[in-house]
Every structure is written in structure tokens, then in C-alpha cells.
């Protein structure tokens, strides 16, 4: 084996222990039976490749929608949402979960008052006022959505909940941009510095088989 080889092989190990990593507590072809109700579904999703390649046309649309869900105020069931985005995106499903792994008991609400406050500058753009946020109508979403215990005051949440939504969808578009270029961009790079060595391999091998061989002399 060539030291460029070497390199080649020590380089792809490395980046696949990496990768394997950070998948550790994310859904993936070989554990997806573990999780509640996705394991209904582990037999048909196996056979879904998208579901697991980190192309670029499976992981852009993972990053995307994984954004906008993870910040929309749906805190409690996008697990079962995000599995449906990624069949109908035929996007890659470990990022669209573990992009839900932001929105958690500590961060939930910081998000859904960004969410309002970007929703409701949003909407002032096109002259549509919105009543201020308050702390009370953030934790009577929280609680509705975790104990499924709905308020008799339903249209000021309903109002409440649909500026979260539209803050959330353009928050998410935001980060999703963002991520997408830098996917693409570390992914032509390692896609380059793979060229590159295997480049290397072939340019070695062929200096060798070009070289002349060794005649013994003539008697």
C-alpha cells in the first residue's frame, strides 16, 4: 500500500468515525426499530435510501425543513412530523430529526418568543397589527400541545400560535440558507481533497508502469 493510499484509507475512517458519532443517538437504518412510533414503519424505511444518504439533494431539504419545524411551535410532536417531511421530501431523515433536538425544555421558549417577535415584524411590513406577547400565552401553548388540555379562550391563542408559525417559517428559511451553503461547501471540499488523493494514487501507478524495466545484459 502507497502512503497516499494510507492517507486515502486513514482519511475515510476518519470521517466515517466522525459521522457515526454524531448519528449516536439519531434514528438510523440499523436502530430506527428502537423508536416509538417509528418502528412501525423500520422495514419500509430501510428500503427508502434517501432516508439515509447525506447527499446533497438529501441533506439540503433535510437541513431546510428541519429548521422551520424545529422552530415552529410544535414542540412535543415533531418526531412524528418530521418522519412524514422527510417521505414526502424525500429528504435525509437523522438530520431532519436531530435538528428537532434544538427545540428542548430549556430553549422552547426563547424560540417561540423569537418566533413572535420575527412574525409579528413580518407581519407590521404589510400594516397588520399584533397584540404584544405575553408570558401567559406562551406557557397556555405549552401546556396544550404537551397535555393536549385546550383553552376556552382558543382565538387569541390561535392568533398567537399562527405569528409563532409564520416567525418560524422564515427563521427557519434563514438558518436553512445558512446551513445549506456551508453543507455544500464542506461537501465539494471533501469531495475535492478525495480527487485529489485518489489523483495521486493513479499518477503514482502510472509513473511505475511508464518506467522502464530492468534488462540483464547482453552476453
Known amino acids: 500500500m502507497t502512503i497516499e493510499e494510507k492517507e486515502l484509507r486513514e482519511t475515510r475512517s476518519r470521517r466515517i468515525r466522525r459521522v457515526k458519532r454524531w448519528l449516536r443517538p439519531l434514528p438510523r437504518r440499523s436502530n430506527i426499530h428502537r423508536y416509538p412510533i417509528l418502528w412501525r414503519f423500520s422495514e419500509a424505511t430501510r428500503k427508502r435510501i434517501y432516508l439515509w444518504s447525506f447527499r446533497v439533494d438529501d441533506a439540503v431539504p433535510a437541513l431546510y425543513a428541519g429548521f422551520i419545524l424545529a422552530l415552529m411551535p410544535l414542540y412535543g410532536i415533531q418526531i412524528p412530523i418530521a418522519f412524514c417531511l422527510a417521505l414526502l421530501l424525500r429528504a435525509n431523515l437523522p438530520i431532519l430529526v436531530g435538528l ?14 423569537a418566533a413572535y417577535q420575527v412574525g409579528s415584524s413580518v407581519l407590521s411590513i404589510v400594516s397588520v397589527e399584533t397584540p404584544s406577547l405575553r408570558r401567559s400565552d406562551v ?3 405549552l401546556q396544550n400541545f404537551t397535555n393536549g388540555q385546550w383553552s376556552s379562550n382558543l382565538e387569541p391563542l390561535l392568533t398567537t400560535f399562527s405569528i409563532m408559525c409564520l416567525g418560524g417559517i422564515v427563521m427557519g428559511i434563514f438558518f436553512g440558507l445558512i446551513s445549506s451553503f456551508s453543507y455544500r461547501f464542506a461537501a465539494r471540499r471533501t469531495a475535492a481533497s478525495y480527487a485529489l488523493l485518489i489523483k495521486k494514487i493513479h499518477d503514482r501507478k502510472a509513473r511505475k508502469s511508464d518506467s522502464p524495466t530492468d534488462q540483464s545484459p547482453d552476453v
Open 100 to 113: 428537532q433536538m434544538l427545540s428542548n425544555p430549556l430553549t422552547i421558549l426563547p424560540f417561540w418568543y
Open 139 to 141: 406557557s397556555a401553548i
